[in-house]
């Protein structure tokens, strides 16, 4: 799962990887950029399937504009598809264009959006994030789930690598499930002094895991208590009362 799509000229690789440095050390954890050695389209794959498989999925794409981005019809493909499929498009200006080059050639969702700078100062930086935030990108709720961690563990317990599963999901009734399942878990621990109470499916787990990871993120917000199962509840009461 990649919630942002970086969309860039090849000859504009060492802008993008730049770009996406700076993103992970901001918190985004789940950045798609086609040639990172991890994380990107691997020797053999089916390069077009993957992008659109990417841009399907992200949430927002950021286009890294010059004049290659420009005269490169894939590029341009790449932000018009993300338009049509209600993304939100940043577009980064890298190098100086030519205004009656940018009129003639750039897509009418760049044409219609404010573009940003990008000249690595602070308050280039500072409109990107506010940008992100907008549109729901809380790098406080970006996690990645690994790709040997299954999203249902079976009869195992969720760990604190499995916080993608109840932070990682696009969307369920609304653009920001992450944000509504964290406003959960905290109001439900200030009515229970700390315990994620509440009568909702996989409410233990979400404390467990989900909770205990996001709240390590921000922790001035509330502390988690470890939660304890019935019978040890029950029972450690009942010997404490001896």
């Not at 602070?122 to 690994?146: C, I, K, M, Q, Y």
């Amino acid at each position: 799962m990649s919630f942002i799509f970086v969309s860039h000229h090849s000859r504009d690789d060492a802008a993008a990887c730049t770009l996406r440095d700076w993103l992970q050390k901001e918190g985004h954890a789940a950045v798609f950029l086609d040639h990172d050695t991890e994380a990107g389209i691997a020797g053999g794959e089916p390069w077009e399937e993957r992008l659109y498989t990417e841009l399907r999925r992200c949430r927002a794409l950021i286009a890294l504009v010059g004049p290659d981005w420009l005269a490169s019809p894939w590029c341009v493909a790449e932000a018009d598809h993300a338009q049509a499929l209600r993304k939100l498009v940043l577009p980064l200006r890298i190098q100086p264009i030519d205004p009656v080059q940018y009129a003639d050639k750039a897509p009418p969702v760049l044409r219609r959006v404010q573009s940003i700078d990008w000249d690595h100062s602070e308050e280039a930086h500072e409109r990107l994030r506010r940008g992100l935030l907008t549109a729901g990108l809380d790098p406080r709720n970006s996690f990645v789930l690994r790709d040997d961690r299954p999203p249902y563990p079976g009869l195992a317990t969720f760990q604190r690598e499995d916080a993608a599963v109840y932070f990682g999901r696009r969307r369920l009734k609304s653009s920001r499930p992450s944000a509504q399942l964290w406003s959960l878990a905290w109001q439900s621990s200030r009515r229970k002094g700390g315990s994620c109470a509440g009568d909702y499916p996989g409410r233990r787990s979400l404390r467990r895991r989900g909770g205990w990871s996001r709240s390590s993120r921000e922790p001035a917000c509330l502390s988690l208590t470890k939660p304890q199962s019935r019978w040890r509840t029950k029972h450690c009461s009942a010997a404490g009362s001896l």
